[in-house]
């Protein structure tokens, strides 16, 4: 399963059947309204193997500020589905056409602690494009090898207490990058859907 038409093959095979991952951690969820929320999981078919396109966002933005991120945002009264949504903020943040984009399907809602109620929307994307990073909101864009993600032994558990309870999250460090919190946690989802009944 090593080679990239294989990867991608195996990952559409497992969405389509409908393979759901592992429930998450809802214990520590605030109080209150969720806001919604979708983001593009967009998996670059580079010729060497595929890639996951990631952001770093700024570090003074209100939500998640420094943090590696899809790109993706709050769902707007316009937005007619998650993955309009996903589409549009996509456009915004970092310049990638929907017309690059391959939506091959989508992950259960991702709940965060901030909040926020984000549906992943998965897309391949086919070379080449052009990208234009919104310099307010993103402050690097850059691609990490989708076996990388998908390999569970990359996946680091974290413990914190929160609130007198002991909670856990996923990180996965990569080349000087830390991949965490709701990211992390999407992806570890998406690894989940990706081993499957393997």
Same mark, same amino acid.
Do not use: C
């Given at each position: 399963? +090593? ?19 592992? *429930? ?6 605030? @109080? ?8 593009? $999981?967009?998996?670059?078919? &580079? ?38 949504? !996903?589409?549009? *903020?996509? @456009? ?6 929907? /017309?690059? $984009?391959?939506? %091959? ?10 909040? #926020? ?15 234009? &990073?919104?310099? #307010? ?19 680091? /558990?974290? @413990? ?10 996923? +990180? ?6 830390? %991949?965490?919190? !709701?990211?992390?946690?999407?992806? /570890?989802?998406?690894? @989940? ?6």
């Amino acid at each position: 399963m +090593s080679e990239p038409a294989g990867l991608i093959a195996h990952l559409r095979q497992q969405l389509d059947a409908g393979v759901l991952p592992a *429930e998450i951690d809802k214990s520590y969820m605030p @109080e209150g309204p969720l806001v919604p929320a979708a983001v593009l $999981v967009p998996v670059v078919l &580079r010729d060497q193997e595929p890639t996951v396109l990631l952001t770093l966002r700024t570090s003074h933005l209100r939500d998640h500020a420094g943090q590696i991120s899809f790109p993706g945002g709050r769902t707007e009264r316009d937005d007619d589905s998650a993955e309009e949504t !996903a589409l549009r *903020e996509a @456009e915004e943040e970092v310049g990638l056409h929907r /017309r690059h $984009v391959q939506i %091959i399907g989508r992950l259960p809602p991702f709940l965060t602690i901030t909040g #926020f109620v984000v549906t992943p929307v998965i897309g391949l994307i086919k070379p080449p494009f052009e990208l234009k &990073r919104d310099d #307010f909101e993103v402050a690097e864009v850059f691609e990490t090898p989708l076996a990388f993600l998908m390999d569970q032994e990359n996946h680091v /558990r974290h @413990e914190v207490m929160h609130q007198g309870k002991l909670h856990h999250y996923w +990180s996965m460090p990569w080349q000087g990058y830390n %991949i965490w919190g !709701a990211t992390a946690g999407m992806l /570890r989802q998406l690894s @989940e859907v990706f081993v499957g009944n393997r």
